[in-house]
């Protein structure tokens, strides 16, 4: 992970004179959700599972020409409609029982798609002892409980604004988790979770796992960026080693 020191961005990993190893500074794992930790996306069939699929392509059907163009630009454009269609399929919804239907949804996802190759990459970084953290742009909701079940330290994740009398207004509260918020709230995630990473009080040593162009910021403020998309040398992310890389090609997830 980088820090500012001086006007010059350091990687944790780099040698310092006053301070420890990198060996023997924490280390973090930060994980994206939807195509890195699984094979698939979530939110549409999440908000399928929830409001159901009719009233779900209504929603989409009278917000087709902002998605069609949130899907060419991207950006913020693609933040501002998927709040939007949140908001319409959402909005008074009781907090409690979209997080009781948001929990069921996480497990039955995580047994159709989690990826194998990704389970035991995450199984190698929490044997070693490291810290490690969903961070996806999807609700929080369900990121939460599949981060429970899939047994990670923490979650990061967009999360879904409630108003009075505990009933969702379908908005953010906050940002979009996608892009330079995804490291901006892994910053912030850390530095509440400090002790809990160990009494050095160094910048941790940082890997991060993406698949797409909302992760780019996060592999690039990386000590160790890797791409598991399925687009390779084709896809944003291409000047990333790719998960065969750093494993050594192996099923083992170790470093070969």
Known sequence: MREERDGVALRSTDRRDDGPTPSERPTVAAFDFDGTLTN??????FLVSVRGLIPVLRAVL??????????????TTADQVKERLFTRLF???????????????????????????MRRRLEWHRD?????????????CYVSPAGSELGV????????????????????EGKNCRGSEKYARL????????????????QPILWAYGNSRGDLRLLEAADHGVDVGRLGRFGRLRRFPRLSEVTGGVRGSGPS
């Open 40 to 45: 698939a996306g979530s939110v549409f069939p």
């Open 62 to 75: 009278a917000l087709s020409p902002g998605l069609l163009h949130a899907a060419l630009v991207g950006g």
């Open 91 to 117: 909005a008074g919804m009781p907090a409690e029982e979209l997080n009781r239907r948001a929990a069921v949804f996480a497990h039955r996802h995580l047994q159709r798609h989690l990826r194998e190759d």
């Open 128 to 140: 070693q002892g490291h810290y490690t953290v969903i961070v996806s742009a999807s609700p929080e």
């Open 153 to 172: 330290d923490g979650v990061v994740a967009t999360r879904l604004a409630v108003g009075g009398g505990g009933l969702l207004s379908g908005g953010y």
């Open 187 to 202: 910053v912030g995630h850390l530095r509440a979770v400090g002790p809990a990473l160990g009494p050095s009080g160094e």
